[in-house]
């Protein structure tokens, strides 16, 4: 199994900037596809982004898409989450995950992951 933890979180004013990093350990982080989902109280888990093994392919969710920007850096078993125009709908707790077998596209729908991080809170407030 591979350990993830999170950092990067915090408080930002809306229209501002964060950016998310998820190190790995245990397993070489290669062999997964990894994402980032977040979470909202009293809201259901939403997909954020994924990206492949190699990092040549990317995939977003709706809300997201032209704001935030997903990409790994494996020599460093390290995968990034840059979030910039921050909206105060943005405010969740993220978390990382990772998974051997499936592709970054079909990560936003996979019914269940085995590998997640402990979270990390971002707020954004206006």
């Known amino acids: 199994q591979v350990q993830l933890v999170e950092s990067g979180g915090g408080s930002v004013r809306a229209g501002g900037s964060l950016r998310l990093s998820c190190a790995a350990s245990g397993r070489t982080l290669t062999i997964y596809t990894m994402g980032w989902f977040r979470q909202a109280p009293g809201k259901e888990r939403e997909f954020v982004a994924a990206?492949?093994?190699?990092?040549?392919?990317?995939y977003y969710g709706d809300s997201v898409k032209g704001r935030f920007t997903i990409s790994r850096e494996n020599a460093m078993n390290t995968v990034y989450l840059q979030m910039i125009s921050l909206k105060p709908e943005d405010t969740a707790v993220y978390y990382c995950a990772a998974d051997p077998q499936t592709t970054a596209q079909r990560m936003a729908a996979l019914k269940r992951i085995d590998n997640w991080g402990q979270g990390t809170q971002v707020t954004v407030f206006s």
């Open positions: 990206i492949s093994r190699s990092g040549s392919s990317t």
